[in-house]
């Protein structure tokens, strides 16, 4: 259980014991004085377990079918291993017809390694300021004044 629902079982116990009120419990869990009334009457009923969110473990209905995800994957390893996220994202729908979110499709790449996160701590080499370093070359910072 998460601490969410610890919380709830808390604050229903309290209310069946007679120590907190319902309108009390509603505020201390954000909810509604019905919602609060509802709960109260799972949790005597069928006890703690009833208070976790009925959809807990179940995939979402909003979730794109794992064979296009597959199929997406595989094109873009296959062929546009070089492509990010958005040019993948529109190649694949004017070539083949696969639909998908430019987030989606870098989630998926990032998740099967085919595209680095910058959060991923991957170096980050600057062309600019190593053609600079170069030019300037090491006796730049190794200069004395004359005064």
Known sequence: MS????????????????????VSAAAVLALGVR??????A????QGGGRLVHKARGRAS?????????????ELVRSRYADFGPTLATEVLLDKHGVKVGRETLRRWMVAD??????????A????VSDASAMATGPDRRQRTSLV
């Open 35 to 40: 919602q609060t009334f509802r709960l109260l």
């Open 113 to 122: 390694g085919l595209w680095l996160s910058r959060s991923s701590g991957a």
């Open 61 to 73: 209905s909003r979730q794109t079918n794992a064979g296009v995800r597959e199929y997406a994957v």
């Open 124 to 127: 980050s080499i600057s062309p």
């Open 42 to 45: 799972r949790y005597e009923e």
């Open 3 to 22: 601490g969410r629902d610890l919380k709830r079982i808390e604050a229903l116990t309290e209310v069946l014991a007679g120590r907190r009120t319902v």
